[in-house]
């Protein structure tokens, strides 16, 4: 099939690339020049493993291809996906001003029938904003569908081409009948393509980072009280996750969940809930715990260094939101930051991704290292933010010689809190003894 996917973010590119290859023809569309010659020649603008190589390889074979003339990719397209960004309004309402400039394209340039597929995440309803934007200026047949993405930054590439499932918001046969023709290489194991309603589809993406972003925020409150009252949330962890109707997954504690879609799509629903007077209390909830969270090993530096860290240094491993991303959209090392600052603090950081982000994002109030050990050099304690896979198991004695104290705290629960305290550390973790 010939597709056609508006915007080059994590899901456009992903989209497009895994796509193209399992046979399609797709053409990717960004009005940002710079990145479109830059993908052209292979550069991708993300950190995304896997991505680059099913990338090169597709436009090589002419599968992929990149442009910023949209008008140019509409008429051979039977498909176009929009993928563009719809973040938080001031009051963390979505903001659809980018899809509806997308739908209105599109409208202006529709030559014959085709499928416009929401990809982006979107309010219940946007489906039928799109399909009245482009029905006021053509008077071609088309559809509109909506269909979600569920592709965790750092594992995209599998996600999309191993999905567990695959959500089609579609209003009539035809439609239904090209989107399972698109999906038909992912049937081949199994039958994972859900079809419902476009309404529904679009609840579906946001009930389910609400759902997971309840998990993770109920489990910080249990580590939160398992610290008073003496219980360990490792123990306490194992023993939940067993319990098959609750599962392992989003079951460990930390300092809060941060990125470009929990923190956004569950204020993006509290106000859909909000204005239909149907107020999701629970997701309030979730939302003022995960604040508390952001800032759970400040608190723990406070009380062991007390209120004023005037002359002191702490160094930072890990900055983005997660590993295997450079994506530091909310992500807590930047809240962590700042209020160390706030308290007279100097911090240094460094992260095995996410480097060229953080002097983005973070500019000059931190001292960016490239070097995992150096920057601990004469600081007063690590924080650890960010659970990297080299961070787990790191020489111990080398992180002793280098920082002024043996000072520890682990905001992702990576070490033994014995055998941290057997090697001389003063160790400070989420919600164990």
Not at 324 to 352: C, F, H, Q, W
Request: glycine letters at 8%; charged letters at 25%.
């Amino acid at each position: 099939m010939k597709l056609v996917v508006i915007g080059t973010g994590y899901v456009g590119l992903v989209t497009g690339a895994c796509l193209a290859e399992t046979g399609h023809h797709v053409v990717c569309v960004d009005i940002d020049r710079e990145k479109i010659e830059a993908l052209k020649k292979g550069v991708i603008p993300i950190y995304e493993p896997g991505l680059e190589e099913i990338l090169v390889r597709n436009v090589a074979k002419q599968r992929l291809q990149f442009t910023t003339d949209l008008a140019s990719a509409i008429p051979a397209a039977e498909i176009l996906m929009i993928a563009v960004g719809t973040p938080p309004n001031e009051d963390g309402s979505a903001d659809l001003s980018h899809v509806l400039g997308v739908a209105e394209s599109i409208g202006k340039q529709l030559n014959g029938y085709k499928i416009i597929v929401n990809k982006s995440t979107v309010p219940i309803g946007t489906g039928d904003l799109v399909y009245e934007k482009i029905k006021s200026l053509t008077t071609h047949d088309f559809d509109v569908v909506s269909n979600p993405e569920f592709l965790k930054e750092g594992d995209a590439v599998n996600d999309f081409m191993k999905p567990d499932r695959i959500v089609v918001g579609a209003s009539n046969d035809r439609a239904e009948a090209m989107m399972r023709h698109l999906y038909a290489p992912f049937q081949r194991t199994g039958h994972r393509l859900i079809v419902m309603d476009v309404r529904s589809a679009e609840m579906t993406k946001y009930a389910a980072n609400a759902m997971l972003a309840t998990k993770i925020s109920f489990m910080n409150e249990l580590a939160n009280l398992c610290e008073t009252v003496g219980a360990d949330i490792t123990s306490v962890r194992y023993g939940i996750g067993s319990d098959t109707r609750i599962g392992q997954q989003f079951l460990f504690p930390g300092v809060g969940y941060g990125g470009s879609c929990f923190p956004k799509d569950v204020s993006a629903l509290n106000r859909i809930a909000t204005a239909a007077k149907k107020p999701l209390r629970i997701l309030n909830a979730v939302e003022e715990a995960n604040s508390r969270q952001r800032l759970r090993l400040v608190e723990k530096v406070v009380e062991h260094f007390g209120e004023d860290l005037t002359g002191r240094t702490f160094a930072l491993w890990g900055l983005a939101f997660k590993p295997r991303t450079d994506d530091m959209r909310e992500a807590p090392s930047i809240y962590t930051t700042n209020e160390l600052i706030k308290r007279g603090a100097k911090v240094r950081g460094y992260d095995p991704a996410a480097m060229k982000e953080a002097k983005r994002v973070l500019g000059e109030k931190v001292a960016l290292f490239d070097d995992s050990y150096g920057l601990l050099d004469g600081a007063d304690a690590l924080l650890i933010m960010t659970e990297w896979q080299e961070f787990r198991d790191p020489d111990f004695e080398r992180v002793k010689q280098h920082l002024k104290t043996p000072v520890i705290f682990d905001g992702r629960n990576l070490f033994e809190p014995a055998e941290m305290k057997a090697m001389g550390f003063e160790y400070f973790c989420i919600g164990r003894k």
